[in-house]
């Protein structure tokens, strides 16, 4: 199974994870890291460390960050950089987490990447575009 750490500015790794406990209950090999305003990218990267020691990477692991180009996404991306089965995905919403969370057995770390892509994708939309997905065509009426 792919093991994951969550990440982002804020408090936005362990909201996540607090939303994913809720709909979906405790899941395995799932850490939550958050990058306060007091913290430094020295702590976020040992916290990684850290996080990494406690997972297992048998199966691959990936990054999850809030925001491309950010501390989290920068000392992810050096972190998996330095050994081969290791992705970072950036710009993660709840759909993504939730569906990869559950999907994750059995996939290559590449293939995990790409089914988050497409899954991060569709799960932003908007209330039109959803609407209009499922509104039944208006029959043309014979005429004039």
């Known amino acids: 199974m792919i093991s994951i750490i969550l990440s982002g500015h804020g408090g936005f790794a362990t909201g996540l994870e607090k ?8 899941q395995p090999q799932v850490i939550a890291i958050d990058f306060p305003e007091c913290s430094t990218t020295a702590l976020l990267t040992a916290q990684f460390e850290e996080a990494i020691a406690n997972l297992d990477e048998r199966d691959g692991l990936v990054f999850l960050t809030d925001l491309l180009g ?70 043309v009426e014979e005429g004039i």
């Open 19 to 26: 939303a994913m406990k809720q709909i979906l209950g405790e």
């Open 70 to 139: 950010g501390t989290p996404f920068r000392v992810a991306s050096t972190l998996a950089m330095q050994k081969v089965g290791r992705e970072v995905i950036t710009g993660v919403n709840m759909q993504l987490v939730l569906e990869m969370v559950l999907e994750r057995e059995g996939l290559s770390s590449q293939e995990f990447r790409l089914m988050a892509l497409e899954c991060g994708h569709r799960g932003l939309t908007s209330l039109v575009d959803e609407m209009g997905r499922y509104r039944e065509p208006t029959p």
